[in-house]
């Protein structure tokens, strides 16, 4: 699976210029804070549209403003975690991971064993009845993972998702990564500020920045 | 400190000490059967239940627009939404008048050509004064309750797949639905107490437009005994929201 975004996006008066590709390979995104890399991620999630050019995954088109096609981000099958795990209060952890499969219609014969598998994937089956609110962070990161990936998503985008981690969950959820990344053939996205991260699990950079009076942009 | 403390403490403990020792216990269930009250009673239960539901109707879309859209004229729409709360409640009902009055009322008269329906002296008009000034406190709970659910569960409930329907419906009116219920509460609170925009918009009929609070200022003339057993049911009622809404507000057993 191929990802490739060629075009600009405007958020008020930010403007950035984005010129990526990116192959079943796990990228690093880096540059300074406030520069247009959360915005970036946004884009090929579709929670941003581009207002001219092209993103393209595959051979599918999921933006082109010149001919009117956007593909909405509830069709487009992109993970995206954030630095906070942002599970939902209101279900447990079990239903939290089967959230995604049930809201694309799957049965829950078929839903719950398959959010219980996923969560034995990431060591945290014994947490499945579990109130959100009573995980650590560690524990709560791991179950949206679970969540995200549950889906078979086509991208997966990760938003500084070590950044609320102590020292020693982030080895942990680092190395789990690079395990469960490793046998995935999609795209993989990840905004990050530790070069740990970056030469552990990334095979390359796209660096997000913006010089004096010009607009931001990516590459 | 604690001496001036105090003094406030009794100056609410005291009126309330004063009704519950002056209400007629022993012949508290003749006043409360007597035609008046109960006729009161089941206005006062109908209309305030329907001005919550008028409120939770129209001041939800609302609520849901202040808190999730950035447009022109947003504040002056917020600050308007605020009106009711400050306005002394007879003007409220004279405001009603003078748009839903049936001979000078610019509303009032054309529903009245048109279809024939009079809202003042009706238990319409009861609903549309409580619905009135108690919209407010419904629209601001519901606001700050919708603008309190970070925008990211939204977004990550989209990445997985939901339905924009579902992500309002399923995710962030289920994520405020704490605030949602203190708002609705409240504000059907307010509409049952709800006194000088009724009396002033809607009038004082037996049957018909006169609530609670209006049949206790009118029996207090007549029948003093009556009026303080209908004020101890609004009290019962008060307490019971109290309690209702306990940990929100009385920052206890959570």
């Known amino acids: 699976m191929n990802l490739q975004v060629q075009g600009v996006t405007r958020v008020g008066d930010f403007t950035l210029d984005i010129d990526i590709e990116v192959g079943s390979e796990t990228v690093a995104i880096v540059g300074d804070n406030g520069v247009g890399k959360t915005t970036l991620l946004r884009v090929v999630a579709g929670l941003q549209s581009l207002v001219t050019g092209q993103a393209k995954l595959g051979e599918s088109v999921l933006d082109n403003p010149s001919s009117g096609l956007f593909v909405d981000p509830q069709d487009r099958d992109v993970a995206l975690l954030f630095q906070d795990a942002l599970l939902f209060p209101h279900l447990n952890v079990v239903d939290n991971v089967a959230f995604g499969l049930r809201r694309r219609g799957v049965e829950d014969s078929v839903a719950r064993p398959a959010a219980l598998d996923s969560l034995g994937r990431f060591g945290v089956l014994d947490l499945a009845e579990r109130r959100v609110d009573t995980l650590s962070g560690g524990q709560a990161q791991r179950v949206a993972l679970a969540r995200a990936l549950v889906v078979q998503p086509r991208v997966i985008l990760l938003d500084e998702p070590f950044t609320s981690l102590d020292r020693s969950s982030r080895h942990e959820f680092r190395m789990m990564l690079a395990t469960q990344f490793a046998g995935l053939e999609i795209p993989r996205l990840i905004v990050t500020h530790d070069d740990i991260d970056i030469s552990s699990l990334c095979t390359r950079e796209i660096v997000v920045r913006r010089e004096q009076g010009k607009p931001a942009t990516a590459r | ?254």
């Open chain 2, 1 to 254: 400190m604690i001496l001036l403390g105090s003094i406030g403490a009794l100056f609410i403990a005291l009126p309330l000490t004063g009704l519950i020792a002056r209400t007629p216990w022993s012949s508290i269930t003749d006043q409360l059967s007597s035609s008046t009250a109960l006729s009161a009673l089941w206005l006062s239960l109908g209309t305030s239940l329907a001005s919550a539901m008028v409120a939770l109707v129209f001041g939800l879309p609302l609520a849901w627009v202040l808190a999730r859209h950035r447009f022109p004229g947003r504040r002056i729409v917020r600050a308007l939404v605020t009106v009711p709360l400050v306005l002394p409640p007879v003007v409220a009902g004279v405001s009603l008048l003078a748009i839903f009055g049936r001979n000078d009322g610019l509303v009032g008269r054309i529903l009245f050509d048109w279809f024939g329906a009079q809202l003042t002296f009706s238990p319409l008009g009861v609903v549309v004064a409580q619905a009135f000034v108690a919209m407010p406190f419904f629209v601001l709970a519901a606001e700050a309750g919708i603008a309190g659910v970070d925008r990211r569960f939204e977004e990550v409930a989209l990445t997985l797949g939901a339905r924009p329907r579902f992500v309002m419906f399923g995710v962030v009116l289920r994520l405020a639905s704490p605030a949602l219920r203190a708002g609705i509460i409240v504000a059907w609170a307010r509409a049952l107490g709800e006194f000088g925009a009724t009396i002033t918009f809607a009038g004082n009929v037996e049957g018909r437009t006169q609530t609670l609070p209006l049949a206790v200022y009118m029996l207090l003339e007549s029948d003093p005994e009556g009026a303080f057993a209908l004020s101890i049911v609004l009290i019962a009622i008060a307490i019971a929201v109290l309690v209702a809404l306990r940990g929100r507000y009385l920052g206890g057993a959570r």
